[in-house]
T-cell receptor, first 114, second 114 residues
């Protein structure tokens, strides 16, 4: 079975500061990895995903995540956050062999302090 | 495509009443998921369908909950009778059958049972 751990329920940072949101997973088989973002009163939307190839993946709004197989991690980073990044961020995995179900982390609320 | 469409966006009902939540997935998507999100329990998968057939309903909390997908463009989640502890945001999501594609979420239905 797979599991996803997001250790930080909330991460407060000052505007323009860097941020890292941590995600660790457990799986006996290879997985695809996803980060979703949920803005206040909205549904979840895909931020970025790792399928294969380069372990560093980037989103259009400056976020990036690096897949580290040895540490089973997929941490999300941004070098300089903006107030508009205030949201909850969810890490998720799905098996690459057959199971189409997404396994979700508990989410991390990113709180931007002015 | 307009994305995944859920209705209503907000629902307030009295305890004991029947509640029906509706979802129109993205055309061409083979998978449909119903999630529930609460502060206490986070994001929970209730049930998912593949080609209109329920595959895994192990997340449905009680017999009071039922879900149907009569055709590829419509699904319902019904709660009968509703209870205050059912208050949550319910999301519908859909995806294609290709393994490495993401799920697309609707805006959610905020249910309040008083």
């Amino acid at each position: 079975a797979q599991s996803v751990t997001q250790l930080d329920s909330q991460v407060p940072v000052f505007e323009e500061a860097p941020v890292e949101l941590r995600c660790n997973y457990s799986s006996s088989v290879s997985v695809y990895l996803f980060w979703y973002v949920q803005y206040p009163n909205q549904g979840l939307q895909l931020l970025l995903k790792y399928l294969s190839g380069s372990t560093l993946v980037k989103s259009i709004n400056g976020f990036e995540a690096e897949f580290n197989k040895s540490q089973t991690s997929f941490h999300l980073r941004k070098p300089s956050v903006h107030i508009s990044d205030t949201a909850e961020y969810f890490c998720a995995v799905t098996r690459i062999d057959s199971n189409y179900q997404l396994i979700w982390g508990a989410g991390t609320k990113l709180i931007i302090k002015p | 495509d307009a994305g995944v469409i859920q209705s209503p966006r907000h629902e307030v009902t009295e305890m004991g009443q029947e509640v029906t939540l509706r979802c129109k997935p993205i055309s061409g998507h083979d998978y449909l998921f119903w999630y529930r999100q609460t502060m206490m329990r986070g994001l929970e998968l209730l049930i998912y369908f593949n080609n209109n057939v329920p595959i895994d309903d192990s997340g449905m909390p009680e017999d009071r909950f039922s879900a149907k997908m009569p055709n590829a463009s419509f699904s319902t989640l019904k709660i009968q009778p509703s209870e205050p502890r059912d208050s949550a945001v319910y999301f519908c999501a859909s995806r294609t059958g290709t393994k490495n594609t993401e799920a697309f979420f609707g805006q959610g239905t905020r249910l309040t049972v008083v």
